[in-house]
C-alpha cells in the first residue's frame, strides 16, 4: 500500500457544524442554481447547458475518501440521500462537514447524465495538487508520469492502480490533463485523495529535475527493441504512459534514460492505457522487490 493514507494538497480551513436536517443555504463563494418547491426534499437544479463536473464529486467511496481528506475540511458542499446521511452519521464519516439531505433524482439532477452517484455527491474545488518535488525528493520507488492523457476514466484508472502498487505520485501536464473530480474521481475509487499529484508546465524539464533528484525514466513504447523486464532495474524508476494513439510524444520520450515495450505473445496490440499502466506498475513493483 502507499505510505500516503491522506492527501493535504489544500491549506485546512475553518470547519463547518454538522446538521443532519435539510439547509438550502449556501456556502461562502457558492451560488447555488434555483431551488425547486415542488415538495419533499429537493437539490438546486443544473444549470441549462454543459454541467460543470469538475466542481463534483461523486460515489460512495470517491466522496467518502474526499470527506478524509484533511485539505477537504472546511470546504464543499455535501448533499447526500436520507440513507447515506443515516450511514455518514452512524460511522461519523462527516468530518466536520455539515450534511444536507436530498432524495436521488435532485441529485442526479446535478451531475452529467449517466452519472453514478450511490446517493452521495460533494461539491467543491478540484485539489491544487503538490510540488514535484514534494513527490521526488526522497528517490525511491515508482513514480507515474502520464503524458498528454486525457480521458478521465483511464486517467482515474491509472490513479487506482498506481495506489494499489505503492506508487509515490502522479506528474501530469498542467495544460493537457483532467481535473481530478467527476468521473476522473470515480474511476479512481478514491484513489485521488490520497496520493500526491503534481501538475507541471513541461513534462521534459521534469523529466530533468527528477534525473537531479535520483529517478531513472521508463518510458513505454510498443515498438521499443528492449521488453519492460529487461529495461527494469531496483532502481528508482519514473513510469512514463503516453496517449493511446499517440504515444510518448518525442522531445519526452528523447529525455528517458530507455524506452520498453510490454511484450504481447497473444498478437493483439491494442491494450487499453490504464490496463498497460497496471501491467507495468505491477513489473516495477516486482523489479525492485528486495532480493
Given at each position: 500500500?502507499?505510505?500516503?493514507?491522506?492527501?493535504?494538497?489544500?491549506?485546512?480551513?475553518?470547519?463547518?457544524?454538522?446538521?443532519?436536517?435539510?439547509?438550502?443555504r449556501?456556502?461562502?463563494?457558492?451560488?447555488?442554481?434555483?431551488?425547486?418547491?415542488?415538495?419533499?426534499?429537493?437539490?438546486?437544479r443544473?444549470?441549462?447547458?454543459?454541467?460543470?463536473?469538475?466542481?463534483?464529486?461523486?460515489?460512495?467511496?470517491?466522496v467518502?475518501?474526499?470527506?478524509?481528506?484533511?485539505?477537504?475540511?472546511?470546504?464543499?458542499?455535501?448533499?447526500?440521500?436520507?440513507?447515506?446521511?443515516?450511514?455518514?452519521?452512524?460511522?461519523n464519516l462527516a468530518?466536520?462537514?455539515?450534511?444536507?439531505v436530498?432524495?436521488?433524482?435532485?441529485?442526479?439532477?446535478?451531475?452529467?447524465?449517466?452519472?453514478v452517484?450511490?446517493?452521495?455527491?460533494?461539491?467543491?474545488?478540484?485539489?491544487?495538487?503538490?510540488?514535484?518535488?514534494?513527490?521526488?525528493?526522497d528517490?525511491?520507488?515508482?513514480?507515474?508520469m502520464?503524458?498528454?492523457?486525457?480521458?478521465?476514466?483511464?486517467?482515474?484508472?491509472?490513479?487506482?492502480?498506481?495506489?494499489?502498487?505503492?506508487?509515490?505520485?502522479?506528474?501530469?501536464?498542467?495544460?493537457?490533463?483532467p481535473?481530478?473530480?467527476?468521473?476522473?474521481?470515480?474511476?479512481?475509487a478514491?484513489?485521488?485523495?490520497?496520493?500526491?499529484?503534481?501538475?507541471?508546465?513541461?513534462?521534459?524539464?521534469?523529466?530533468?529535475?527528477?534525473?537531479?533528484?535520483?529517478?531513472?525514466?521508463?518510458?513505454?513504447?510498443?515498438?521499443?527493441?528492449?521488453?519492460?523486464?529487461?529495461?527494469?532495474?531496483?532502481?528508482?524508476?519514473?513510469?512514463?504512459?503516453?496517449?493511446?494513439?499517440?504515444g510518448?510524444?518525442?522531445?519526452?520520450?528523447?529525455?528517458?534514460?530507455?524506452?520498453?515495450?510490454?511484450?504481447?505473445?497473444?498478437?493483439f496490440e491494442?491494450?487499453?492505457?490504464?490496463?498497460?499502466?497496471?501491467v507495468?506498475?505491477?513489473?516495477?513493483?516486482?523489479?525492485?522487490?528486495?532480493?
Amino acid at each position: 500500500m502507499s505510505s500516503f493514507s491522506e492527501r493535504n494538497d489544500r491549506k485546512p480551513g475553518k470547519k463547518q457544524s454538522f446538521h443532519k436536517r435539510v439547509e438550502n443555504r449556501p456556502e461562502k463563494g457558492w451560488s447555488p442554481a434555483p431551488t425547486s418547491h415542488s415538495g419533499g426534499d429537493s437539490a438546486p437544479r443544473a444549470p441549462r447547458g454543459k454541467v460543470e463536473a469538475d466542481n463534483f464529486v461523486w460515489g460512495r467511496h470517491p466522496v467518502l475518501a474526499a470527506l478524509a481528506n484533511p485539505a477537504r475540511r472546511g470546504m464543499g458542499r455535501l448533499m447526500v440521500t436520507e440513507d447515506r446521511a443515516a450511514e455518514i452519521e452512524r460511522e461519523n464519516l462527516a468530518n466536520g462537514h455539515r450534511i444536507e439531505v436530498f432524495d436521488s433524482p435532485a441529485l442526479a439532477r446535478l451531475l452529467p447524465s449517466g452519472a453514478v452517484h450511490q446517493g452521495m455527491v460533494f461539491k467543491v474545488q478540484p485539489l491544487e495538487g503538490v510540488s514535484l518535488e514534494e513527490i521526488a525528493e526522497d528517490a525511491r520507488g515508482v513514480i507515474v508520469m502520464l503524458d498528454q492523457l486525457t480521458d478521465p476514466q483511464n486517467v482515474g484508472a491509472i490513479f487506482r492502480s498506481a495506489l494499489a502498487f505503492g506508487a509515490k505520485g502522479i506528474v501530469v501536464q498542467d495544460r493537457h490533463s483532467p481535473a481530478l473530480a467527476g468521473a476522473l474521481a470515480k474511476a479512481a475509487a478514491g484513489a485521488t485523495e490520497r496520493l500526491p499529484c503534481a501538475r507541471v508546465t513541461n513534462l521534459s524539464r521534469a523529466l530533468e529535475k527528477l534525473a537531479d533528484l535520483g529517478w531513472r525514466a521508463v518510458g513505454l513504447d510498443g515498438s521499443a527493441e528492449l521488453t519492460l523486464e529487461q529495461a527494469l532495474d531496483t532502481r528508482p524508476t519514473v513510469l512514463v504512459m503516453g496517449s493511446e494513439g499517440d504515444g510518448v510524444r518525442r522531445l519526452v520520450a528523447e529525455h528517458c534514460d530507455v524506452m520498453a515495450k510490454i511484450p504481447m505473445p497473444g498478437g493483439f496490440e491494442s491494450l487499453n492505457v490504464s490496463n498497460a499502466a497496471a501491467v507495468a506498475l505491477y513489473e516495477v513493483a516486482r523489479a525492485q522487490r528486495p532480493a
